[in-house]
């Protein structure tokens, strides 16, 4: 069985322009791009897989959200994978050792030592081997026109990150990030004289120095007195609003008073803090690069599509084939 881990590249090639299960719907040509066809089994077997994928990955509304809004691009995305293959065939780029090292990675990966154990794998998923390979050749085959076309031309100065940074700087600020332990007490657990009662006994104790973690771990309700009450390291915001007002104006080793929250009370202990603080350039230099790279190959790609289609022959025949 292909792994999780790398059944995305699967699907990617199982859903790419040709689909592999056979079809039974009538061939009827939906699109003429170039001197290639788009046919309505092509397309049925596209929007098929696209949709099995969706249904395995969401449910209810984002569902429906995404099924609609990616079976209105099924043909237009087809037509650009096509344009793109035609476009690599004919700049005779050559993807033959970018296939082979895809093909060893995923046999590696799933513990798969031939490829007559791979082509076994691909056909209890319902795929052949031959039409998966023609397939990953396509998609790689895109990839490097992509890369050739765009990719590489894509430069990014260094007064470009700069001034993002400069104009960005809210991005780059880590929020104050608090280390805790806690002793909780449940609501439900006893009634108002014996919580009370409880609650001085801690007190008394913390005053006479006993240890915090200890105490949590013999009196507290529920999991945390496992783990002798460490909350572990907590970014501002991530706390509930009521304990982080109680230890807004802690010092580390300081115990707040108890609070009442999430159907129980805390006292809660700050051991370590560290201050919200802005993140140097150097240190987030490679994430603005990241961004800024992403926008501008957004940009050209966008322009690269645009410039094959107008060049392009392109008619289509009908624009909701399944009529959904």
Same mark, same amino acid.
């Given at each position: 069985?292909?792994?999780?881990?790398?059944?995305?590249?699967?699907?990617?090639?199982?859903? #790419?322009?040709?689909? #592999?299960?056979?079809?039974?719907?009538?061939?009827?040509? *939906?699109?003429? $791009?170039?001197?290639?066809?788009?046919?309505?089994?092509?397309?049925?077997?596209?929007?098929?897989?696209?949709?099995?994928?969706? +249904?395995?990955?969401?449910?209810?509304?984002? &569902?429906?959200?995404?099924?609609?809004?990616?079976?209105?691009?099924?043909?237009?995305?087809?037509? =650009?994978?096509?344009?793109?293959?035609?476009?690599?065939?004919?700049?005779?780029?050559? $993807?033959?050792?970018?296939?082979?090292?895809?093909?060893?990675?995923?046999?590696?990966?799933?513990? *798969?030592?031939?490829?007559?154990?791979?082509?076994?794998?691909?056909?209890?998923?319902? !795929?052949?081997?031959?039409?998966?390979?023609?397939?990953?050749?396509?998609?790689?085959?895109?990839?490097?026109?992509? &890369? =050739?076309?765009?990719?590489? #031309?894509?430069?990014?100065?260094?007064?470009?990150?700069?001034?993002?940074?400069?104009?960005?700087?809210?991005?780059?600020?880590?929020?104050?990030?608090?280390?805790?332990?806690?002793?909780?007490?449940?609501?439900?657990?006893?009634?108002?004289?014996?919580?009370?009662?409880? !609650?001085?006994? *801690?007190?008394?104790?913390?005053?006479?120095?006993?240890?915090?973690?200890?105490?949590?771990?013999?009196?507290?309700?529920?999991?945390?007195?496992?783990?002798?009450?460490?909350?572990?390291?907590?970014?501002?915001?991530?706390?509930?609003? =009521?304990?982080?007002?109680?230890?807004?104006?802690? +010092?580390?080793?300081?115990? %707040?008073?108890?609070?009442? %929250?999430?159907?129980?009370?805390?006292?809660?202990?700050?051991?370590?803090?560290?201050?919200?603080?802005?993140? #140097? /350039?150097?240190?987030?230099?490679?994430?603005?690069?990241?961004?800024? &790279?992403?926008?501008?190959?957004?940009?050209?790609?966008?322009? /690269?599509?645009?410039?094959?289609?107008?060049?392009?022959? *392109?008619?289509i025949l009908k624009t909701n084939p399944l009529n959904l």
């Amino acid at each position: 069985m292909i792994s999780k881990k790398n059944s995305a590249v699967f699907v990617v090639i199982f859903i #790419s322009l040709f689909g #592999s299960a056979a079809s039974e719907v009538v061939e009827e040509i *939906i699109a003429i $791009v170039n001197d290639d066809i788009i046919t309505l089994s092509q397309y049925k077997e596209y929007h098929d897989s696209l949709y099995q994928l969706l +249904r395995a990955q969401l449910q209810g509304e984002e &569902f429906e959200k995404q099924y609609t809004k990616l079976k209105g691009e099924i043909l237009d995305n087809m037509i =650009t994978e096509l344009l793109l293959l035609q476009l690599a065939k004919e700049k005779r780029l050559n $993807v033959s050792e970018q296939v082979r090292a895809t093909i060893e990675q995923i046999k590696k990966e799933n513990n *798969i030592e031939s490829d007559e154990q791979l082509r076994r794998e691909l056909g209890r998923q319902g !795929m052949d081997y031959e039409q998966w390979l023609k397939h990953l050749e396509d998609n790689l085959l895109r990839q490097a026109l992509v &890369f =050739t076309e765009v990719d590489r #031309s894509i430069v990014i100065e260094d007064s470009e990150s700069v001034n993002y940074y400069k104009s960005h700087s809210e991005e780059f600020v880590e929020p104050e990030e608090y280390k805790l332990r806690a002793i909780y007490l449940s609501s439900d657990e006893r009634g108002e004289d014996e919580r009370r009662a409880l !609650m001085k006994e *801690i007190e008394n104790r913390i005053k006479a120095g006993d240890d915090f973690g200890a105490l949590a771990g013999q009196y507290s309700d529920g999991p945390i007195r496992e783990s002798q009450g460490d909350l572990g390291a907590l970014k501002k915001g991530e706390l509930d609003a =009521t304990l982080q007002a109680a230890i807004a104006r802690l +010092r580390p080793g300081e115990t %707040a008073a108890w609070v009442q %929250a999430k159907a129980g009370w805390y006292l809660l202990k700050l051991e370590e803090k560290k201050d919200s603080r802005l993140k #140097s /350039f150097e240190e987030v230099k490679r994430e603005i690069e990241e961004k800024i &790279f992403s926008e501008k190959r957004t940009q050209k790609m966008k322009d /690269f599509l645009e410039e094959i289609k107008k060049k392009s022959y *392109i008619k289509i025949l009908k624009t909701n084939p399944l009529n959904l």
